[in-house]
């Protein structure tokens, strides 16, 4: 086996262990401790997400036209989320969320935190989604202000974070 699949694989499996253990320590309506890999090969912690700024957490599908519609308007006014620091979690593979990302210009905004969660599914059950999108606002402290479960939550999630210090 090649000395870069045996790395890959590693990475892999120190990715989903650490998902596994992170189910352990969340709260109920505390933002949870979710993983993701980006596509530049890191793992991202929620606990890296820059204190001080609420946090707009999105969990959305690459191939989901919903979420793709949704993002093609974010992107129309990314001034709208500039005082918040947003992550957006998949869980399909990290080549899709590249796609993905390059398709929306994502990696130019320096607040957006793109990832996948892979197969520990650990936001997609901590939630109990079966659908997508699905939006979360919390606080600069972590605290849940609201949660929907599709993109048309969008506007009143835009209007809470401007009313938010």
């Not at 990832?115 to 901590?126: P, V």
Request: one cysteine or more; charged letters at 20%; aromatic letters at 12%.
């Amino acid at each position: 086996m090649p000395l870069c699949s045996i790395k890959y694989l590693l990475l892999v499996g120190v990715f989903l262990y650490t998902s596994f253990t992170t189910s352990l320590h969340a709260q109920a309506g505390k933002l949870p401790p979710f993983r993701v890999l980006q596509t530049n090969g890191k793992v991202f912690k929620a606990e890296e997400l820059p204190f001080g700024k609420p946090i707009v957490l999105i969990y959305f599908s690459p191939d989901c036209d919903h979420c793709d519609v949704m993002t093609k308007e974010m992107m129309k006014q990314p001034e709208k989320y500039k005082k918040a620091s947003v992550a957006m979690v998949t869980y399909l593979p990290v080549d899709q969320v590249g796609k993905f990302v390059q398709k929306h210009g994502l990696a130019k905004l320096s607040n957006f935190y793109v990832g996948t969660e892979g197969t520990s599914f650990f936001l997609r059950n901590y939630y109990k989604l079966n659908k997508m999108p699905f939006l979360a606002l919390y606080t600069k402290n972590g605290d849940l202000v609201k949660s929907y479960t599709d993109e048309s939550g969008m506007p009143q999630l835009v209007k809470q974070l401007s009313t938010l210090k």
